[in-house]
């Protein structure tokens, strides 16, 4: 009967091991893909900040070489 007895609580340890492990597999799988998720959305912010600041200084370098070049036209 006591053999029966600790087979059982190690089978219903072992049981809850595996719970454990799979509920913190999820756990960690699901933080490290949405710290990804957000560190990708912060790149990506940044990107796009940098690609607007260099068409605004590709704006006004256009306006800047019209501008010369009608400087130069009324010479």
Partial sequence: ME???TLSRGVSEFGFMV???AVYLV???SV???FVKWFV???DNIIDRQQHILDEM???LKEL???VK???EKL
Wanted: with cysteine.
């Fill in 3 to 5: 053999t029966a007895t």
């Fill in 19 to 21: 719970v454990c492990s």
């Fill in 27 to 29: 756990c960690s799988a």
């Fill in 32 to 34: 490290l893909f949405f």
């Fill in 41 to 43: 959305r912060v790149v």
């Fill in 58 to 60: 590709l704006q006004l």
């Fill in 65 to 67: 070489h019209a501008m």
């Fill in 70 to 72: 009608a400087m130069r």
